[in-house]
């Protein structure tokens, strides 16, 4: 899996790649980790894009609930948008959709983001 | 009706081998790419099941998978040699908690269950045995 972050303001934007499986979410898991302690200052909100997320099982899972975790602690907005259907399916059916935000698309996503914080 | 098995340790890092098994499988038989994912998750969460849970330290119990396509549907087994385990006794995770309340893991075995038709655990000999099968749709 690759991860791409893009920064709009102090919100940074996580667009990972490919498949969110065991075998990649460690490595997820420690990005997302630099991504909410912030290089100098720390974001406001981080948003994943998951559009290029063809695949995630429980250990991707996982990695969401840490990271929706750290960002409540934190007082960091996060949401999740652009799930392809499979995705979808596998966040609702884990009830996931109920602790964590999942907008449309990217541009929803962003202008959700409260103001005072972008 | 079309058949294939493979067998490997249950060490983590033979997972993408079994995928590849997998998609091989799905090509080959030209089935719906969209229906794939189903079953490749149900592969992961029970090949890493046991790894993590049913192989005692020091030691990797073969894990075999059999893959069967017919009228209805596809059926997918994994056997294993390692101790007696039915995953399907664990209970289900509360997937109603809050963000604070959910425990990290055991959504695994739940979601193979969500998606999958039919599930069912026997231990046959000295083998776990889990067959799950699901309806493919043209």
């Known amino acids: 899996m690759n991860v791409r972050l893009e920064t709009f303001g102090l919100t940074t934007v996580v667009i ?40 995630v099982s429980s250990a991707g899972l996982r990695v969401f609930l840490l990271a ?51 | 009706m079309r058949e294939q098995r493979t067998a490997v340790r249950s060490d983590a890092a033979q997972l993408p081998v079994l995928t590849r098994f997998l998609q091989e ?8 790419p969209a229906q794939a994912l189903s079953f490749e998750l149900a592969l992961e969460e029970v090949f890493m099941n046991v ?28 056997e294993d040699d390692g101790p007696q385990f039915d995953p399907l006794s664990l209970p289900p995770p509360d997937i109603t908690a809050s963000l604070t309340g959910r425990p990290v893991g055991g959504l695994g075995v739940f979601l193979v269950r969500q998606m999958m038709d039919a599930v069912s655990y026997h231990r046959v000999g000295a083998r776990n045995r889990l067959r799950m099968t699901k309806h493919i749709a043209n």
């Not at chain 1, 997820?28 to 063809?54: N, R, Y």
């Not at chain 1, 750290?70 to 948008?81: I, K, N, P, T």
């Not at chain 1, 499979?86 to 409260?114: K, Y």
């Open chain 1, 16 to 55: 990972p790649a490919g498949r969110l499986d065991f075998s990649s979410a460690n490595g997820f898991e420690k990005q997302l980790e630099l991504v909410f302690a912030g290089a100098g200052t720390a974001p406001a909100a981080v948003i994943i894009d998951c559009a290029a997320l063809e695949y």
């Open chain 1, 68 to 118: 929706a975790r750290s960002s409540q602690r934190a007082g960091v907005y996060f949401a999740l948008c652009a799930l392809q259907p499979a995705v979808g399916e596998v966040f609702n059916l884990s009830g996931f959709n109920r602790i964590i935000t999942v907008h449309a698309d990217r541009a929803t996503a962003l202008s959700q983001v409260p103001q005072g914080r972008a």
């Open chain 2, 51 to 78: 790894c993590m849970h049913g192989s005692p330290a020091g030691s990797a119990p073969w894990v075999e998978v059999s893959l069967v396509l017919a009228e209805d549907g596809l059926t997918m087994t994994v």
């Open chain 2, 25 to 32: 499988f799905w090509s080959a038989a030209e089935l719906p």
